[in-house]
């Protein structure tokens, strides 16, 4: 009954919303590396932290309004220390990312997206013209915002909060 209950309200929420609640096979295809080279597509990151609430972070380490919101992110790792917090940089230089990372304290997984945010299937998908991009999957692998651009949009808050 859980399941039928559970489809139903899945698909009434993507009939009466534009935005999607799954990412497409392409975008999880998308090759990202983590801070050891090592490479991965973006669909094994996620099955990674299957079963656990993810808020994952469009950044780049020259963007002022990225360093701007890490502040607010810092403290929604705070309130929600059971949500796993996943930095997707578009730099296109590592060593900018990884001094990035180190320079701002940011704490977190972090992964880059080598083709930065202008080209690629991830990028694409998500239609990504401005970073910071905050967006919230849920414990079931589902997009639940879609789209933030401020740390402190309360949207978050209700994302992070809210139970299956």
Known sequence: MKKIALV?????????????IQFSELALE??????N?????????????????ILIDIWASWCGDCIKGLPAV??????????????????????????????????????NLPKGMKVGAFVDFIDLSWIPRYM??????????FNATKASDSRLQKALKKAI
Do not use: Y
């Open 136 to 145: 919230v999957i849920n414990e079931l692998g589902m997009i639940t915002l």
């Open 30 to 35: 998308e090759v990202v590396f983590d801070l």
């Open 74 to 111: 810092s403290a929604l790792q705070k309130e929600f220390p059971e949500v796993v917090f996943l930095f997707l940089s578009v730099d296109t230089g590592k060593e900018a990312w990884k001094n990035g990372i180190q320079r701002f304290q940011i704490k977190g997984k972090h992964f």
């Open 8 to 20: 139903f309200i899945i698909l009434f929420v993507s009939c009466t919303n534009n935005e999607p």
């Open 37 to 53: 080279k090592n490479q991965f597509e973006l669909k094994e990151v996620l099955q990674h932290f299957a079963g656990k609430k």
